[in-house]
C-alpha cells in the first residue's frame, strides 16, 4: 500500500509528483521538436500528460481536504499544485498551437525555447526535490530560483527579437506564417513564464514559513 496511507500522505512528494508530470511533458515536446518536421504523434500524447496532470491535481486535493495536519498551510500548497498543473497546462497549449495552427515544422526559435523550457523545468525537478528540507537549505532552493528566473529572461529576449525579425518590413515570410509564428512563440514565452511562477510560489512558502 502507499505510503501516502501507510504513514500519512507524502505532502511534498505530490509537489515532487507533479513537476515530473510536468517534465515529462517538456521531454516529449523537445522530443516532437527533435527533427525538423514536427512529430505529430508525439505532440498527441501531450494531451494524456496534462490529463495526467488533472488527476493529480484532484487526488492532491481529496488528501489535502482530508488531512488533519498539515506541514504547511492548506491555502499555500493548493497553490502551489495548482501552479505546477498551470506549467503542465502550458506545454499542452504548445501542442494546440502546432495543431490548429497547421504547423509542420520547427524553426531556430522554436528550437530555443524548447532548450530553455526543458532547462527550467530540469532545474525545478531539483528544486521540488529539495523542496522538503527547505528550513535546513533555503539557500539552495534559492539558487535554484535564480537561475530560473535567469532562463525566463533568457526567454524575454529570445521572445521580443523573434517578433521583432517576425515584423521586420524586410521579412518576405507570407503573413499566415507569420500569424502562425507569432501565436507560437507567445505560448512559448508564456510557459516560461509559469516555469518562473513555480519558482517563485516556493520562494514565497519559505518566507512565510520560516
Partial sequence: ?????????????????????????????????????????KIKQLKEIEHEGDQHVHKCAE????AFITPIERPDMMNLIATIEALTDSIDDIANQVYMMHIAEKDEVTEKFIQLIVQACKELCQMMSIFKHFKKAPNKIH???????????EGDTLFTDAMRALFDPANKMETIEIV???????????????????ADIVGQIIISNT
Fill in 63 to 66: 488528501l489535502i481536504a482530508d
Fill in 1 to 41: 500500500m502507499s505510503n501516502f496511507f501507510s504513514k500519512g500522505p507524502d505532502y511534498f512528494g505530490l509537489f515532487e509528483k507533479g513537476i515530473q508530470i510536468a517534465n515529462k511533458a517538456a521531454t516529449i515536446l523537445q522530443a516532437a521538436f527533435a527533427d525538423s518536421r514536427i512529430n505529430v504523434e
Fill in 180 to 198: 502562425r509564428r507569432q501565436n507560437l512563440y507567445n505560448v512559448f514565452e508564456n510557459c516560461l513564464d509559469c516555469c518562473e511562477d513555480v
Fill in 143 to 153: 539558487e535554484i530560483s535564480i537561475r530560473v528566473n535567469h532562463i525566463e529572461e
